[in-house]
């Protein structure tokens, strides 16, 4: 199977299994609030940025606020998201440009984006899927593994997030791209978990390179 038609399988089963590819990340339809969130999301859950945010968007609830903040107050309310440190001063410092060059608007391309400090290729693209509705690949850990697993990327090992991203973006449809990486994620958390894959129950096991590799070398 070409691997343009083993991604448009991939995506047909899975949008049939989770009709709603929501991002887990509770931003509210806030571009900005999506940004924070996705740098608060760097080793650490959503589930737990989801617990913090709430309360640091009370205290700075728009690009405004964050920009007049002391990085260590911010870090207050971030601590338990780990790299409080660095993170807090990101989030003074993306808010602080977005403010003083983009006139408080989130950028809407990938080369401003990725002007603002602690936003990478990942959390650029996740800005640019969900809010701008732009054909757009989130390598995260879900993304990488699973693809690599299913033989979309690669020769079935993980790639780094750039070549992840190239590869994906030249297999799926630009209208897909977004939505598949949410729902590999929610995949990945309930069927195809990195220490313990419940195969017998996956729907996409006759088409898994993994899968089908383990059983022609029995």
């Known amino acids: 199977m070409k691997k343009t038609e083993l991604a448009a399988t991939v995506v047909s089963r899975l949008k049939e299994k989770y009709p709603s590819a929501e991002c887990a990340l509770r931003y509210e339809g806030d571009p900005w609030r999506l940004?924070?969130?996705?740098?608060?999301?760097?080793?650490?859950?959503?589930?737990?940025?989801?617990?913090?945010?709430?309360?640091?968007f009370a205290a700075y609830p728009d690009a405004y606020a964050m920009a007049k903040a002391d990085p260590a107050d911010v870090g207050r309310y971030i601590f338990s998201c780990g790299l409080y440190n660095s993170k807090?001063?990101?989030l003074v410092g993306m808010s602080e440009?977005?403010?003083?060059?983009?006139?408080?608007r989130v950028p809407d391309n990938m080369e401003d984006l990725l002007t603002l400090?602690?936003?990478?290729?990942?959390?650029?693209?996740?800005?640019?899927?969900d809010i701008f509705n732009k054909p757009a690949i989130v390598a995260d850990t879900h993304c990488i593994r699973i693809s690599a697993k299913l033989g979309l990327c690669g020769d079935g090992k993980p790639l780094s997030p750039e070549k992840t991203e190239k590869e994906l973006s030249a297999v799926v449809e630009p209208s897909e791209q977004a939505d598949l990486c949410h729902r590999l994620v929610m995949f990945g958390r309930d069927v195809c978990s990195a220490r313990s894959p419940r195969c017998g129950e996956c729907i996409l096991s006759d088409v898994c390179r993994n899968r089908l590799d383990t059983d022609t070398n029995r």
């Open 88 to 90: 807090a001063k990101d």
């Open 35 to 56: 940004l924070v969130m996705g740098r608060l999301s760097a080793q650490c859950t959503d589930a737990r940025v989801n617990l913090v945010c709430p309360a640091l």
């Open 117 to 129: 400090p602690g936003v990478g290729r990942k959390i650029a693209n996740l800005i640019l899927g």
């Open 97 to 104: 440009r977005i403010v003083s060059v983009f006139g408080g």
